[in-house]
């Protein structure tokens, strides 16, 4: 095709008006954008035509192709040698707060001889991002060349990496000016912007956790539903085992929400203990990866004999990190209590999210650094009771300028009365 073959105005007018793209227009904008020859600023009102006029299932699954043929492809079958037949499982998550279950999670699955290439990202916006909670471990590295991510897969079976920039460029730019256009919400952007990296990264296995609700890109189960549905069919037609949860996002997962922090629960479900929401969601989430590659095991009992913690003590120093040094502490902290007694009722997701980002924990923009100690360490979730003066949450910053605009985050953010009706953790499977 050449590169006068369509004309991007053409294609935006098109797709304004309600058409449907054809498989050569897709292939054309892809690949121009990509090169650069489509400009951001026509790029970004295409996104806001797909954004109110969407895309049929032809559609995405030839912008999610398009988009994978953008860079290379991973090949992960040469670990899978004899005595190691077992697939390669990942999960990816859509986003939440407090989501640091691929911690967890990721050495649970190697202890069974799975391997688990967990390529992730960095947090944007009030979703904290993997690669940025581990980075508050000593010395760990979140990039390596493909090589060495294939090393750490045959020896300890769980590797948690950047992807690298040859996998899917066009998402990669496209999610940048989505995020700065307010063109994110959208399904079919969504899915294809998630599957084309999980297809191109080689997985033979995914569990997808589509979020739903406050915290969460997809508000309702319906529409989450719809998200689900239509990655499940792009991996299935990829060739890749592909299975959905959907699970509650109205409030933050677990008690911890940052970068540090996340790390220190993490290490205490792999200790055995933690919050019951995050050892449910871990070990559902692993039974669904061991179900998909064919190993019948209870994972809850690599999490008691601390079999899963070996694993992540190896994961961890084969990325250079030191499993043993003490995680950093904020320089300031600030408590916020309870004026009365009663149930906490609700804590809403998207705020303490918020509130934990404009701590520092979260970037603005993609360029911005982190602080690895700020965060909030919640001491009630919904259903508690609490009394009068008992504390609520715990501000951490090492910059004490920010309380002031994480606490304006927080107002109104959560309830306490009498009843509380408490929600399942896990909505659907499909
Ligand atoms: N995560 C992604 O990788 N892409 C999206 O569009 C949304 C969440």
Redesign the pocket.
């Known amino acids: 095709m050449t590169d006068l073959a369509f004309d991007a105005v053409e294609i935006i007018r098109r797709k304004r008006d309600g058409a449907m793209l054809s498989a050569q227009e897709i292939d054309w904008v892809i690949d121009a954008y990509t090169r650069g020859l489509v400009a951001d600023e026509q790029m970004s009102a295409l996104a806001m035509a797909i954004f109110f006029r969407g895309m049929n299932r032809q559609e995405v699954a030839r912008w999610t192709d398009a988009m994978i043929r953008s860079g290379e492809r991973l090949d992960f079958s040469s670990i899978l040698g004899p005595g190691k037949k077992l697939a390669t499982v990942d999960k990816h998550s859509?986003?939440g707060v407090g989501d640091k279950i691929t911690l967890p999670l990721a050495p649970l699955l190697a202890v069974y001889g799975l391997a688990v290439p967990q390529l992730s990202?960095r947090g944007l916006g009030h979703t904290g991002g993997t690669l940025d909670k581990l980075e508050a471990i000593e010395g760990w590295q979140a990039s390596l060349s493909n090589e060495r991510t294939l090393e750490i897969l045959g020896s300890v079976g769980a590797v948690i990496s950047a992807a690298g920039a040859g996998l899917a460029p066009a998402?990669k730019k496209l999610?940048a000016l989505?995020d700065a256009t307010s063109t994110?919400e959208s399904i079919p952007?969504?899915a294809s912007?998630?599957m084309s990296?999980k297809i191109a990264e080689g997985t033979g296995a995914l569990v997808l956790d589509v979020k739903v609700g406050s915290g969460a890109?997809m508000k309702d189960q319906a529409q989450a539903r719809q998200l689900a549905e239509i990655m499940v069919e792009l991996g299935q037609d990829a060739g890749v085992k592909t299975r959905a949860l959907l699970t509650n996002m109205d409030t933050p997962l677990g008690l911890a929400v940052g970068n540090a922090c996340e790390v220190a629960e993490s290490v205490e479900v792999l200790a055995g203990g933690g919050p019951a929401d995050v050892v449910e969601l871990t070990l559902e989430l692993a039974r669904t990866m061991l179900d998909l590659a064919g190993v019948e095991a209870d994972p809850a009992q690599a999490l008691a004999d601390g079999r899963a913690m070996d694993k992540w003590r190896q994961m961890i120093a084969a990325q250079g990190g030191n499993p043993d040094a003490p995680l950093p502490q904020a320089r300031e902290s600030q408590v916020v209590y309870a004026p009365e007694s009663g149930v906490l009722t609700r804590l809403d997701a998207l705020a303490v999210g918020v509130a934990s980002w404009r701590l520092g924990a979260g970037r603005a923009r993609k360029e911005d650094p982190v602080q690895a100690a700020a965060g909030i360490l919640l001491h009630a979730k919904p259903g508690d009771r609490v009394t009068a003066g008992q504390p609520l949450m715990t501000l951490m910053t090492d910059t004490p300028e920010r309380f002031d605009r994480a606490l304006a985050a927080l107002e109104g953010s959560w309830s306490l009365g009498e009843e509380h009706t408490p929600s399942p953790l896990i909505l659907d499977r499909l």
Request: charged share 25%.
């Open positions: 859509t986003g990202g998402d999610y989505r994110v952007l969504i912007s998630i990296k890109f």
